[in-house]
């Protein structure tokens, strides 16, 4: 019953426990060992062995084997499951009490007599059910942090293998652009300062003292690149943002052997530092690609406007000469485009002149100071 007597009680109207109704007992909670593997399953079988024992006139206050079933169903039928398995999950906890009802009413028990019975089994499983589905929600909530916290941890690793790329190319492309054009300058003057050396033995000094110089400023150069890559960026260094600092690069490509004529229009005021260092390499790396595949001239023509800067360099392209590897060309692209700017290149089939165009605005560089 529900309320009165219990398992196995002698009251009228109930039967001692028997033998049919202690494997009834253990039929409806033995099963409970596999709930959280099979919770549909012995929720069925549970429930069916209480309801069996009811009917067969065995006193029960509680039903363990279902409440604790109905807890593990709960969490189960969540919001994995299927609208179907919900649905019929939540019917058979809902029509457990009314069917343990009739039975016992069909005994000729007192509905009366029933009522707190009732509403105490209500309660209880209507509990059982709120604890099992709010355990299934906080369960839920456990793996959707778990799975953000993943997405994160890939998200930062990905972004940090983005990052040390990015620095790798950077490195790549400073080292390009300042030992690149020194090379060229020592090897150029190293081959005059050979041939003259007996013929005109002053200008095969000035030769040396060129090398010497051009050692110099890249030994400074490199050792500004190795400051700017350990604190940060090389516009946070000190920039070439006066036209003193490109005629000085033109005159050491005079002195290394090429023929350069130089046309600065406007004055760059309040040139950004990111534009400047982006200005000054573009020229740097287009006066060693002169002096290194072209027939020994160059026109430089730079021009500040009130948004942008314009630099061109054409050079007649030389015979014989050993082909780059592109990486020069590919690195000023990215210096014109890490400002919003372009750079084009190539050469004219007709008259055999190569000529580089770029244009860097001030205002992406301001943004990203």
Same mark, same amino acid.
């Given at each position: 019953?529900?309320?009165?007597?219990?398992?196995?009680?002698?009251?009228?109207?109930?039967?001692?426990?028997?033998?049919?109704?202690?494997?009834?007992?253990?039929?409806?909670?033995?099963?409970?060992?596999?709930?959280?593997?099979?919770?549909?399953?012995?929720?069925?079988?549970?429930?069916?062995?209480?309801?069996?024992?009811?009917?067969?006139?065995?006193?029960?206050?509680?039903?363990?084997?279902?409440?604790?079933?109905?807890?593990?169903?709960?969490?189960?039928?969540?919001?994995?499951?299927?609208?179907?398995?919900?649905?019929?999950?939540?019917?058979?906890?809902?029509?457990?009490?009314?069917?343990?009802?009739?039975?016992?009413?069909?005994?000729?028990?007192?509905?009366?007599?029933?009522?707190?019975?009732?509403?105490?089994?209500?309660?209880?499983?209507?509990?059982?059910?709120?604890?099992?589905?709010?355990? @299934? #929600?906080?369960? /839920? !909530?456990?793996? *959707?942090?778990?799975?953000? &916290?993943?997405?994160?941890?890939? +998200? %930062? $690793?990905?972004?940090?293998?983005?990052?040390?790329?990015?620095?790798?190319?950077?490195?790549?492309?400073?080292?390009?652009?300042?030992?690149?054009?020194?090379?060229?300058?020592?090897?150029?003057?190293?081959?005059?300062? @050979? #041939?003259?050396? /007996? !013929?005109?033995? *002053?200008?095969?000094?000035? &030769?040396?003292?060129?090398?010497? +110089? %051009? $050692?110099?400023?890249?030994?400074?150069?490199?050792?500004?690149?190795?400051?700017?890559?350990?604190?940060?960026?090389?516009?946070?260094?000190?920039?070439?943002?006066?036209?003193?600092?490109?005629?000085?690069?033109?005159? @050491?490509?005079?002195?290394?052997?090429?023929?350069?004529?130089?046309?600065?229009?406007?004055?760059?005021?309040?040139?950004?530092?990111?534009?400047?260092?982006?200005?000054?390499?573009?020229?740097?790396?287009?006066?060693?690609?002169?002096?290194?595949?072209?027939?020994?001239?160059?026109?430089?023509?730079?021009?500040?406007?009130?948004?942008?800067?314009?630099?061109?360099?054409?050079?007649?392209?030389?015979?014989?000469?050993?082909?780059?590897?592109?990486?020069?060309?590919?690195?000023?692209?990215?210096?014109?485009?890490?400002?919003?700017?372009?750079?084009?290149?190539?050469?004219?089939?007709?008259?055999?002149?190569?000529?580089?165009?770029?244009?860097?605005?001030?205002?992406?560089?301001?943004?990203?100071?």
């Amino acid at each position: 019953m529900l309320d009165e007597g219990g398992l196995g009680s002698s009251e009228p109207g109930f039967h001692t426990l028997d033998e049919a109704g202690l494997a009834l007992a253990i039929l409806s909670t033995a099963p409970l060992v596999a709930v959280r593997r099979f919770p549909g399953l012995v929720w069925g079988v549970t429930a069916t062995a209480s309801l069996a024992l009811v009917a067969g006139g065995y006193g029960l206050d509680v039903p363990p084997g279902p409440l604790i079933a109905t807890y593990t169903l709960a969490e189960a039928v969540g919001g994995g499951a299927t609208p179907r398995r919900q649905l019929v999950a939540g019917l058979s906890v809902v029509a457990y009490v009314p069917v343990s009802m009739v039975i016992m009413a069909g005994d000729g028990k007192s509905l009366t007599g029933m009522s707190s019975g009732l509403f105490a089994w209500v309660a209880m499983f209507s509990l059982v059910w709120l604890a099992g589905d709010r355990s @299934r #929600l906080r369960r /839920e !909530r456990i793996a *959707e942090l778990e799975v953000t &916290a993943r997405l994160r941890e890939t +998200d %930062v $690793a990905r972004q940090r293998r983005l990052a040390a790329a990015e620095e790798r190319t950077r490195i790549a492309r400073e080292l390009h652009d300042s030992a690149g054009h020194a090379i060229n300058v020592i090897l150029v003057q190293a081959g005059a300062a @050979r #041939l003259l050396h /007996e !013929r005109d033995p *002053e200008q095969s000094r000035r &030769a040396i003292a060129t090398i010497e +110089d %051009v $050692a110099h400023a890249t030994i400074e150069d490199i050792d500004r690149l190795v400051k700017a890559l350990r604190n940060g960026s090389e516009a946070d260094q000190p920039a070439p943002a006066g036209t003193d600092a490109l005629e000085e690069l033109v005159d @050491r490509h005079r002195l290394s052997g090429l023929a350069v004529s130089a046309t600065f229009d406007g004055a760059p005021r309040g040139l950004p530092s990111g534009v400047a260092w982006a200005a000054y390499r573009i020229l740097q790396e287009a006066l060693t690609n002169a002096a290194r595949h072209g027939s020994g001239s160059a026109e430089v023509r730079m021009a500040y406007g009130s948004a942008a800067v314009d630099i061109e360099v054409s050079n007649p392209v030389g015979d014989g000469g050993r082909p780059g590897s592109g990486l020069g060309i590919v690195g000023m692209r990215e210096r014109a485009a890490l400002l919003d700017g372009r750079l084009d290149a190539d050469t004219d089939a007709e008259d055999g002149v190569f000529r580089l165009r770029a244009r860097l605005p001030y205002a992406a560089a301001g943004a990203l100071a």
